[in-house]
């Protein structure tokens, strides 16, 4: 670019896990462009995930049910209208779409900017609405560093790669009251994760039921399965088959007091889910159990230590794998043990030697 960009718009729109792989391209956004306004579109389910970040300016929210409706909903059109409208009045100078899509490509194309960047292999045709086309490689097939590659396109330094999550003051005190409340004092604790928007990405109950049950007598953590209202009873199957307490807190936390749940954590045991992604975002001891889904895309950046799957970093570029052996039942508890007792035991070597 011949001049830095003064109003940035990243589209990230969804889900949950994909926009925490975005957060990098924010942060090199900002430490490039420190004086930029920067504009995130994104669902209003998963708004609160970056409400109040300090390197956001503004959130534009896509109610992508809705506005789908614009073809023969009067009011659906009035409001993609007033959408349209709203982007091309922040005469934004750079639109990175992240989320490849022929809907979130022609929003940006519609914004008006020219300069629009996003993937080469776009699905339904969108990459014929960027200017910039960007291949995923072997250097990047992490999601994390294929967004950041395609801001890289755009000119910026990309440098370290940081995950920076909003500070919510009120979000640690409802968590802490939460946890307290259920009997959990301090931060002596273990989460786990038991579900996940596809069923087949789900590892067995009885699965999580023995691990609580192995970190409660090696490590004595207090054990607490968080998700959804919808998914409380996965966690009450939990404890009828552990023999260790396990507190159910699911549909007791929004998003952003599940944060700082589990920022809190001294471990957390997950499926390939969003809040597990958060979790890693975050730097906490971790195991994340893969089936189907290419662990090499989304597992905890740089941390191979945290994934227990078959075949982990073996799978190209493909999100998913239709081979058998790669079903997550497949996946031991042993295996997943293994990658705790690991973790623990190097964090409680590196905390000694500070």
């Known amino acids: 670019m011949t001049k830095e960009p003064q109003n940035i718009l990243i589209i990230k729109p969804s889900a949950l896990g994909d926009i925490v792989q975005a957060l990098p391209v924010l942060s090199a956004l900002h430490k490039n462009f420190p004086d930029a306004r920067i504009c995130w579109l994104v669902r209003k389910d998963f708004a609160a995930l970056i409400e109040n970040h300090p390197y956001i300016s503004e959130i534009i929210l896509f109610d992508r049910k809705f506005l789908g409706k614009a073809w023969k909903n009067p009011e659906a059109l009035k409001s993609l209208w007033s959408l349209i409208k709203k982007l091309r009045s922040y005469k934004f100078d750079m639109v990175l779409d992240l989320q490849g899509l022929f809907r979130t490509a022609v929003l940006g194309w519609l914004s008006g900017c020219k300069i629009r960047i996003g993937m080469s292999e776009a699905r339904e045709f969108g990459h014929i609405f960027y200017s910039t086309k960007v291949k995923q490689e072997q250097s990047c097939i992490h999601l994390a560093d294929y967004y950041l590659k395609i801001a890289a ?180 508890v042993d295996e997943v043990w293994k990658k705790i007792c690991t973790q623990l035991k190097n964090r409680d070597s590196s905390l000694r030697s500070e």
């Open 153 to 332: 396109a755009a000119g910026v330094n990309i440098g370290n790669v940081e995950f920076v999550f909003p500070q919510n003051s009120d979000a640690t005190r409802k968590a802490k009251e939460l946890l307290f409340g259920e009997g959990i004092s301090g931060k002596n604790y273990a989460v786990i994760i038991p579900s996940s928007a596809h069923s087949d990405k789900c590892w067995p109950i009885e699965n999580f039921a023995a691990i609580a049950d192995k970190i409660s007598e090696r490590y004595g953590f207090s054990i607490a399965a968080v998700g959804t209202a919808g998914e409380s009873a996965l966690a009450e199957q939990i404890k009828s088959k552990s023999k260790t307490e396990v507190t159910n807190l699911a549909g007791k936390t929004d998003i952003p007091v599940l944060v700082e749940v589990l920022r809190g954590a001294k471990l957390v045991i997950s499926n390939d889910t969003g809040p597990g992604h958060i979790a890693a975002a975050l730097n906490i001891p971790i195991v994340i159990i893969f089936g189907r889904s290419n662990p090499a895309r989304v597992m905890p950046y740089g941390r191979a230590e945290c994934v227990a799957a078959v075949e982990p970093m073996n799978r190209g570029f493909k999100a998913d794998s239709t081979d058998s052996k790669h079903n997550i039942k497949n996946t031991t």
